[in-house]
């Protein structure tokens, strides 16, 4: 008997895995009919979830944390048992305000902090406060843009406007001139760039090199009354994931995104970085950066606990939520290894065998220990070398001027 899910999603590359996991079968192997509904806004996806129109939802990360701890609306505890990708993220300036930065984009993007603070010199050259696009208040995007900004002593709740608007119209909203830059996934970056309005300024993957970006998001009641079903769903994802990251798989995969069901761009555009390539600047040569997305490899679906909370510090650090005992274990619980662990004990998948780890601690890949299999973890360095202790977070926070 087939079971049929509902689960909304975004268009955005990193739908990717729940794509495949319907047009290539690994659903329906395990039983299962994905009805893929996509949506526009990050709120209105939120809102499809909280209210049971689907029974799962293609989410960013931080955003299932913040509904969690009630931060935009009643509390309602969501439950994340898998990471659908990380990294992905992309920030592109208008070629007016890029002209004031260091003249060749590929060299911004090697040297994150210089370009930070390049951009500090730039907004003390533009004739207002540059109003740049997030696509939620709570994304991993908007969280990345302040560590960034931050760290060359912009603030970014003084020294900005940042604007939020859904990914997909983030390019129209740069065209109209209602945003002077936005950061998004992609393929929204490229299009903006290949449409010669905008040029890359930094990218995620540069800022963290492995950033807890999209996650596989459930109300917590459902997911717990239904523990087979979530099961085959999260067998399935796991072998989606595995195809999506194998290169030969790449032209395929960016044919199904294409689609205008899931993302609706060309497919040589979404190509491009699923491939790890960034076009800077339209007519500049491509830039290499094979870690911009991942979807599989090194464990990239389980959900660390330790990433959970470094979520929750930055928005502690940003006043954005309380700092307390009880809202910190709200937060940590809503990633769930325990559920990863059971679904997939049956695979030949590494299985991690900690829930938490430091954040920011690998300068290269390192085999750790593992319950199952050979697991290798890719490098995780913040771009300012800081390393996070999820048991020492005010410790962590400390060390911030805000």
């Known amino acids: 008997m087939t079971t049929n899910l509902r689960i909304a999603f975004l268009p955005l590359n990193d739908v990717a895995v729940l794509a495949a996991a319907r047009e290539r079968g690994f659903a329906e192997e395990e039983g299962l009919a994905l009805d893929l509904v996509r949506t526009t806004s990050w709120a209105t996806l939120r809102d499809r979830l ?57 060299a911004r993007l090697a040297d994150p902090l210089g370009t930070a603070h390049d951009f500090a010199a730039a907004i003390g050259l533009w004739r207002r406060k540059p109003i740049i696009g997030v696509v939620h208040r709570f994304s991993s995007h908007a969280l990345m843009l302040r560590y960034w900004l931050a760290s060359a002593g912009i603030d970014p709740d003084r020294d900005v406007v940042l604007r939020v608007l859904p990914p997909s119209l983030t390019v129209e909203a740069i065209h109209a001139g ?4 936005f950061i998004a996934g992609e393929p929204w970056g490229s299009a903006a760039i290949e449409s010669g309005r905008a040029e890359a300024v930094a990218i995620g993957q540069r800022i963290w090199q492995r950033g807890v970006e999209k996650v596989l998001a459930f109300r917590e009641p459902w997911l717990e009354e239904n523990p087979e079903i979530t099961d085959r769903l999260l067998r399935a994802l796991a072998r989606a994931a595995v195809w999506c990251d194998e290169p030969d798989n790449r032209e395929i995969l960016a044919d199904i995104l294409a689609d205008p069901r899931y993302v609706g ?56 939520v309380e700092p307390s005992a009880e809202t910190e274990a709200q937060a940590a619980a809503v990633f769930r290894p325990d559920i990863y662990r059971r679904a997939l004990a049956g695979s030949d998948l590494p299985m991690p065998g900690a829930s938490m780890k430091l954040e920011g601690a690998v300068d290269a890949p390192l085999g750790v220990g593992s319950r199952k299999g050979d697991l290798l973890l890719g490098p995780d360095r913040f771009f300012d070398g800081r390393v996070f202790d999820p048991e020492r977070i005010e410790d962590y926070l400390a060390g911030f001027a805000r």
Not at 54 to 81: E, F, N, Y
Not at 178 to 181: A, K, L, Q, R, V
């Open 265 to 320: 761009q060309p497919s040589d555009l979404i190509l491009r970085t699923l491939s790890g390539t960034i076009v800077p600047r339209a007519g500049d040569a491509a830039v290499s950066c094979p870690d911009f997305v991942l979807f599989s490899r090194e464990a990239t679906p389980f959900p660390w606990r330790s990433q959970a909370l470094w979520i929750y510090s930055q928005l502690v650090r940003w006043n954005m």
């Open 50 to 106: 909280v209210y049971g129109q689907v029974q799962a939802a293609h989410m960013l990360a931080p955003l299932a944390v913040a509904v969690t701890l009630g931060l935009s609306q009643q509390p309602a505890a969501l439950a994340a048992p898998f990471k659908l990708g990380v990294n992905g993220n992309m920030l592109v300036m208008a070629k007016d305000f890029a002209a004031a930065l260091a003249p060749d984009p590929a």
């Open 178 to 181: 209602e945003i002077d830059g």
